[in-house]
């Protein structure tokens, strides 16, 4: 049978939600499990606010427009992430300004981030806005990161699309930004089939955010709007398969990290390094091959015997759409998707999967 990179892990509880829904009508993007999705997400984070979206990508273009990025604007963006972090700057016409990274978290550097704030603002250019990731779940040096937000006055959005769970101390990750970005893709750590969410301490931002993802219809008993609004609220029925998701999301980060141990303990690559004081929920277990020609040796076998792997993200700014972008790079990005491979790690997987896996990568390292 096929072993998927991270497909979808029902708890059994989600039914239950959905057969509300039903029962009650509320066939729509509004309704009890939404609002109540909403707290629930709010209360696991220790955040005061959330609005539940139809995507990630939302969740971000919401924050980008609460933080007035408007044409021309330039907003900072990590570079090594996927394409949905860096596309919704281009929907308000900005520019992104991408920072490559630093090799202990793989997430954003600090140093390259100050450089580039420097620089844009030398030239006239001082960035409005800076979107860090923390890839793979592992918590990016966020602490350092909003302290230079925080010292030239630039909105921090922090997208935690991949990091549900994850932590730095005891703090959540996607609470220590301005805004906090979270997806519920098919292959997150929990699924709404499709959505994400907003998040903030500003309550006035987050019912903006509502006001924007419901069309920007303004309180008036005919359809009238002042402003522009989008079709980005997550429907009830999809909210309640997030509330069954919230009470084993604890148990599938449990899983997720014994996958990791478990290919740690078998495999003996250069694993994903977890810093002191961080907490991965290792959504994805990645590791370092020796050069591009070991990874893509290892990838195409695994694949023939029908076991799904991935490179890790190509970065945005050796993107072909992003080309003519300003950049600041070091080169551990770029080395890090030559080398670097993605292991399944769903939390449905089975001891038999994952040894049959590492069977399959030893026989290729052994060679």
């Not at 998927?4 to 989600?14: F, I, N, R, T, V």
């Not at 044409?71 to 900005?94: H, K």
């Not at 979107?131 to 040096?141: D, N």
């Not at 078998?266 to 991965?280: A, D, I, N, R, T």
């Amino acid at each position: 049978m096929r072993i998927w990179l991270s497909s979808p892990h029902m708890g059994g509880g989600e039914l239950k939600y959905v057969h509300e829904a039903f029962e009650q009508n509320w066939i729509a993007p509004l309704g009890p499990n939404v609002d109540a999705f909403e707290r629930e997400l709010a209360s696991y984070l220790g955040s005061s606010h959330a609005a539940a979206l139809s995507s990630g990508t939302a969740a971000l273009h919401l924050a980008l427009i609460l933080s007035g990025i408007k044409r021309g604007d330039e907003v900072l963006c990590q570079s090594f992430t996927f394409s949905a972090s860096a596309n919704p700057i281009v929907y308000q016409g900005a520019i992104p300004v991408f920072i490559d990274s630093e090799i202990s978290s793989w997430n954003m550097d600090p140093d390259l981030l100050e450089e580039a704030i420097l620089d844009r603002t030398r030239k006239g250019k001082k960035p409005k806005a800076c979107i860090a990731v923390h890839l793979y779940g592992m918590p990016a040096k966020i602490e350092r990161i909003k302290e230079i937000c925080q010292q030239y006055e630039i909105i921090l959005i922090e997208d935690a699309a991949e990091a549900l769970g994850s932590k730095l101390g005891e703090k959540k990750l996607g609470t220590f930004g301005d805004f906090g970005i979270l997806s519920f893709n098919g292959n997150k750590i929990i699924t709404t089939s499709g959505g994400g969410a907003l998040v903030s301490d500003n309550g006035e931002a987050v019912s903006k955010a509502r006001f924007y993802a419901t069309q920007a219809r303004d309180n008036a008993p005919h359809y009238q709007h002042s402003e522009i609004g989008y079709n980005y609220r997550m429907s009830n029925i999809s909210a309640g398969i997030g509330r069954g998701q919230m009470e084993v999301l604890e148990r599938w980060i449990e899983l997720r990290r014994r996958n990791f141990d478990f290919y740690r303990k078998h495999l003996h690559f250069e694993w994903q390094h977890e810093p002191e004081g961080c907490f991965s929920n290792r959504w994805l277990s990645c590791a370092l091959l020796q050069s591009y020609h070991v990874r893509e040796e290892l990838r195409l076998v695994l694949a023939s015997q029908e076991i799904e792997s991935r490179p890790l993200w190509k970065p945005m700014h050796l993107q072909p759409v992003f080309s003519d972008c300003p950049s600041y790079t070091s080169g551990v990005s770029e080395n890090l998707f030559q080398r670097g491979l993605c292991f399944p790690s769903g939390s449905n997987l089975r001891i038999a999967d994952l040894e049959r896996i590492c069977e399959v990568a030893a026989s290729v390292t052994i060679k």
